[in-house]
């Protein structure tokens, strides 16, 4: 859920925070209408305090303790809610084409670095 993966090109050291996928006009376009619908329209825009690609989890205010707050719970929930949406999608697409019969697996990459 890390973007992008292992950005060797970009001065990468280590798998550091990464970015949130929320920047396209799509998923900007959603969050926009989350946050009008949960009456906060100022919400519009993913967390800008998230410390870089290559940050460490404390390195920024939003990873340190600033998503506990009202924001940072909207956010996470609606971006959680994006990505399980996405992942039922592209499942469903599989399914489609391959069949029930086959066995599938998911690994969360770079979870070992933490």
């Not at 959680?80 to 697409?93: E, N, T």
């Amino acid at each position: 859920l890390r973007y992008p993966a292992y950005p060797l090109t970009h001065n990468w050291h280590y798998c550091g925070v990464g970015y949130f996928m929320a920047y396209d006009e799509f998923m900007q376009a959603s969050l926009a209408a989350a946050a009008k619908q949960s009456g906060n329209p100022t919400w519009s825009a993913p967390p800008s305090d998230t410390g870089g690609v290559n940050a460490h989890p404390s390195d920024g205010n939003f990873f340190s303790g600033g998503y506990k707050g009202a924001y940072g719970n909207f956010f996470l929930n609606w971006y959680s809610g994006v990505l399980l949406q996405h992942a039922q999608d592209v499942l469903q697409v599989a399914q489609s084409t391959i069949g029930r019969h086959v066995a599938l697996a998911a690994k969360v990459s770079g979870g070992h670095w933490w």
